[in-house]
Structure formats: C-alpha cells, structure tokens
C-alpha cells in the first residue's frame, strides 16, 4: 500500500520540517511528510483519511513527542498563507479531525469510553450505550456588507491591534442561515440588510468551524457597535482599507474581491 501523506499537529499547532516557515515570499510545496523521513512516536492521537485517492493520516503529538520529533511548530493560522490552497486543504481536513479527536474520549451521554468504530468510520462508539459519535461542525456565516462604494468592516473586542474583519457569527439552533446573517448585522451593528448573496464556504478548524461567506447591501439604519463582540465599525472605500486579516481566510478573500471589484 501507498505510504500515507502524514499532517502532524500539536496542540494549536502544525508540525512543519525545520525552516520551511522562514519568510521568504515563497509558497511551499504543502505541509504533508512522509512516514520513511520520520522517527514517529508510538501512541500519538491517530485519524486516518482519505483525500483525492491518496491515503493521509492526521497525527496529534503531546508536548514531548512534539519536542522529539525534531519538527518545527507553527500555529496553524499563519501556515494558511504559507501554503497554496490545494496542499493546504487535506491538512485542515486533518486539523478538524484531530480538535475532534481531542475531546472525543468520552460518551457524553453515559460517560462511557469511545473507541474508533469499525461500521462508521468517522464515527467513535460508546463502549457501554453503543452511541455513535461523529466529528462536530459549526456552521457559522461572514458577511460584507454593501453601501454604494464602501463596505462595512468591524473590528472585534478579540482581534490584535487594530485589525478589522467582517460581521460574522455562529449559527444558533433552530435558525436558517439567512435568519443568522440578520441577526448578526442587527446584533453587531444595528443595521438591517437586503440582497443576501451566498458566494463560498470554508472550513476552518478553529476548532471545528464551516464558514459560510455572503455579501448583503445596507438597507436601513446606522452602523454602531454593540461594544461587547464589536468595538469599531468602518465603512471604508477599497483604495482606503484598515489594517484587514492576513491571507488564508474566507475573511480576507471576501475583502480581497472587494477591492479588485468583484463583489
Ligand atoms: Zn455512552
């Protein structure tokens, strides 16, 4: 069989051979090893996948492991623009599933043990009720935000320095998605939208995230923010943006298709 494309991570970071991180304006290859180049650990969290035909395994190493691996760390939020995207996609498929992995120990109904189930693959079965656990996803939405030549962008309580990003928010239960991206403009920003457009989704293992990106045009009502999630709000031209979140996300690609026009 075909050696597996191995992804190491360790806590909320990638493992990476040392050096590939240097800053030098190039992409990388992709941030898969392979098993022949690796002394790797024996009882390392372990989820095996697959990706476009290819065999990949996602690896979670302790702090020690980590250490004696002779790796590199790198938070895993700054390799997304290290990477182009295509390497880059069955590594946050192994990101998800080894945040998943972390907490799936116990049942949450019985308390009982979970061990990998054979019947459903990416399922873990209670060893005492027999419930099947399956990886968490939480939808939430991004929107930009319209108003003739400008869009609305928000910095939020959370974010370093003064960097802005766009409205966002968690889908709450019970709701449709085009009733949470409402709420969150109303809730954040007091304004009401129309012309919700849906243009990509992204899943973002922060820790176990599927980002659903629109733009909607203002519609009525003065942007102010709420002053707990939301600090600031900007409507800002294309030519005279904030500072704006780095590459990799969904976040920045919508601002990115704002400012060459696309959106
Ligand atoms: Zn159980």
């Known amino acids: 069989m075909e050696e597996p ?13 040392p050096g590939t991180a240097a800053i030098d304006g190039a992409r990388r290859l992709g941030p ?28 979670s190493l302790d702090e020690a492991q980590a250490a004696g691996s002779g790796l590199e760390r790198l938070p895993l939020r700054q390799a997304l623009g290290l990477f182009e995207d295509a390497a880059l996609r069955p590594a946050i498929k192994a990101a998800a599933l080894v945040n998943w992995l972390a907490g799936a120990v116990h049942c949450g109904a019985c308390g009982g043990l979970l061990v990998d189930d054979d019947h459903e693959s990416s399922g873990r079965r209670c060893t005492i009720c027999g419930r099947v656990h399956f990886p968490r996803i939480s939808p939430a939405v991004i929107v930009l935000i319209r108003r003739g030549e400008e869009a609305l962008f928000a910095r939020n309580a959370r974010f370093p320095g003064r960097r802005f990003g766009l409205v966002a928010g968690f889908v709450d239960p019970g709701e449709s998605i ?34 659903l990106a629109f733009t909607a045009a203002w519609a009525s009502g003065e942007a102010r923010p709420d002053g ?18 780095p590459p990799g996300s969904v976040a920045r690609w919508l601002v990115d298709e704002f400012v060459r026009g696309a959106i």
């Open 228 to 245: 707990k999630e939301i600090v600031e709000l900007l409507w800002c031209r294309p030519d005279a943006l904030p500072s704006i979140p």
């Open 5 to 17: 494309e191995l992804y190491l991570f360790s806590g909320p970071d990638i493992l990476l051979p």
């Open 32 to 59: 898969a090893h392979r098993s022949g180049d690796l002394a790797l650990p024996s009882g390392a969290l372990r989820r095996d996948f697959e990706w476009e035909g290819r065999a990949c395994a996602a690896l």
């Open 178 to 211: 085009e009733e949470t991206v409402a709420r969150e403009v109303r809730e954040e920003t007091g304004i009401e939208i129309s012309g919700l457009r849906y243009l990509r989704s992204q899943s973002w293992p922060f820790p176990d995230s599927l980002m």
